[in-house]
């Protein structure tokens, strides 16, 4: 009897102990927030695979998260992730550039290009009340051509594989 009652006190000690070590080194790994400045690895791609984005090779990029200096989609995916995790985020329209706004699509006479010879793909600017507008030409004929002002990734769900290398908690 008495080695069963060793035997289960040896059991609940190392339960104890294991739960005391998981606390510990869950709390010792920090955890994305609101209001910290994070450092993340990424590559963003179409939901085909076509990579339309990424700073692999390049310095990371850093931002506060909730300050909206990125796409909301984007902030939101990465609250929670602790340092070093890797996580693959799907984010749609509305939660990145938008819906395609159809008003942002207009037909622009050939004459305003001046001498420039226009084709299809080839980006434009606007200024509007100081701010340069681009838009990409996406028609032509010999009378007009039809400039897309919409961001080049409106309508498009966006998803990203990001790696949180850096964490500098609110203070």
């Given at each position: 009897?008495?080695?069963?009652?060793?035997?289960?006190?040896?059991?609940?000690?190392?339960?104890?102990?294991?739960?005391?070590?998981?606390?510990?080194?869950?709390?010792?790994?920090?955890?994305?927030?609101?209001?910290?400045?994070?450092?993340?690895?990424?590559?963003?791609?179409?939901?085909?695979?076509?990579?339309?984005?990424?700073?692999?090779?390049?310095?990371?990029?850093?931002?506060?998260?909730?300050?909206?200096?990125?796409?909301?989609?984007?902030?939101?995916?990465?609250?929670?992730?602790?340092?070093?995790?890797?996580?693959?985020?799907?984010?749609?329209?509305?939660?990145?550039?938008?819906?395609?706004?159809?008003?942002?699509?207009?037909?622009?006479?050939?004459?305003?290009?001046?001498?420039?010879?226009?084709?299809?793909?080839?980006?434009?600017?606007e200024?509007v009340?100081?701010h340069?507008?681009?838009?990409?030409?996406?028609?032509?004929?010999?009378?007009?051509?039809?400039?897309?002002?919409?961001?080049?990734?409106?309508?498009?769900?966006?998803?990203?594989?990001?790696?949180?290398?850096?964490?500098?908690?609110?203070?």
């Amino acid at each position: 009897m008495r080695k069963l009652f060793v035997f289960i006190a040896a059991i609940v000690a190392l339960a104890v102990l294991g739960a005391i070590y998981t606390t510990v080194s869950s709390a010792s790994v920090p955890t994305v927030g609101i209001g910290d400045t994070i450092e993340v690895n990424y590559t963003g791609t179409f939901t085909n695979g076509t990579v339309f984005g990424s700073n692999a090779g390049q310095p990371p990029l850093k931002f506060t998260v909730g300050a909206g200096q990125v796409i909301p989609g984007f902030d939101n995916g990465v609250v929670g992730m602790r340092l070093g995790e890797e996580r693959t985020v799907t984010v749609q329209p509305n939660e990145a550039y938008g819906q395609i706004n159809a008003s942002l699509i207009v037909k622009v006479p050939m004459s305003s290009f001046g001498n420039r010879t226009v084709q299809i793909g080839m980006t434009v600017g606007e200024n509007v009340n100081g701010h340069l507008i681009q838009g990409t030409i996406t028609a032509a004929n010999a009378t007009t051509a039809t400039v897309d002002f919409n961001p080049p990734l409106a309508g498009k769900t966006l998803v990203f594989r990001i790696r949180v290398i850096g964490i500098q908690k609110k203070v």
